[in-house]
């Protein structure tokens, strides 16, 4: 059996309690080392093998799994943030349906929720942007041209760069090219919910100058929107005037 588990964002008790549990019973862990918090791994039980996955292809992931297969253990292999965002998990499950081995996945903190929770910010705010875009910049991986980041831009909505530190320049540039006004606030988040953690809050215009002055290159998430400044409505959700399927309006 192979559990794909959340390691979460960082901090080595945001991971769940199902996915400390599944990593507290296994007999081989393959955890993604250029990102996963090490400190995690002291979750894991005497005895139990260690793979770091950056340091590996695919094949030989697949590789150590089946081994453990064969021997009758348990997998579990650990990804940075959910498993569902930029994991490459999906050629693995595949890869295990054509073995017929059997997996499950346990959901994490992705980090672009862990950065929300450091900035003390709502990506959702009435009457500023009701629209998350998790995307990243094109650069060595490429990017769909439907889903450019000017052609995202459009919507001003608010935006999560995964992946895309090294590329302030250009993305700086797209962002303001799609429609995102200079003053647009902005915030960089380095290893967010990690005991290192640092922000920084600029704006769009300040972008670029911001990342290369403070030498961010990975390992940190751009976030960029209005949900950042200070203007927005109250929900409807809890105004008093306004009747639920809970509460009746009081005034
Ligand atoms: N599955 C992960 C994302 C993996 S892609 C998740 O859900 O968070 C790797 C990218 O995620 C990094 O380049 C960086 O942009 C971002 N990232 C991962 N952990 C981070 C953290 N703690 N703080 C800021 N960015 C992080």
């Known amino acids: 059996m192979v559990h794909f588990v959340g390691a979460g964002s960082g901090a080595v008790d945001l991971i769940t309690i199902r996915g400390a549990r599944l990593l507290s019973e296994a007999d081989t862990v393959i955890y993604a080392g250029s990102l996963v918090n090490p400190d995690l791994l002291s979750y894991t039980k005497e005895g139990c093998e260690i793979y770091d996955s950056s340091k590996m292809t695919l094949e030989q992931v697949i590789e150590v799994i089946k ?3 064969a021997a009758g253990k348990v997998t579990v292999r650990l990804h940075t943030g959910d498993p569902s965002i930029y994991g490459a998990v999906r050629e693995q499950f595949d890869e295990l ?7 499950d996945v346990c959901p994490g903190v992705s980090s672009f929720c862990g950065a929300a929770a450091s900035l003390k910010t709502e990506y959702t705010l009435p009457d500023v942007s009701q629209t998350v875009i998790i995307t990243r910049t094109a650069g060595r991986t490429p990017v769909p041209e439907r889903e450019s980041i000017r052609a995202l831009a459009v919507h001003q909505a608010t935006m999560i760069l995964f992946l895309s530190t090294s590329l302030t320049k250009v993305l700086q540039a797209d962002l303001l090219a799609g429609g995102y006004p200079d003053d647009t606030p902005v915030a960089v988040v380095y290893k967010a919910t990690w005991p290192e953690e640092k922000v920084f809050r600029c704006t769009l215009g300040t972008l670029h100058a911001t990342v290369t002055e403070n030498g961010l290159t990975k390992t940190a998430l ?16 809890y105004d008093p005037g306004f009747t639920t399927e809970y509460r009746e309006a009081t005034e």
């Open 97 to 103: 349906v054509k073995l017929g081995i059997e997996y």
């Open 222 to 237: 751009i976030i960029v929107g209005d949900c950042m400044g200070d203007k927005y409505l109250r929900s409807k959700l």
């Open 67 to 69: 081994k453990a297969e």
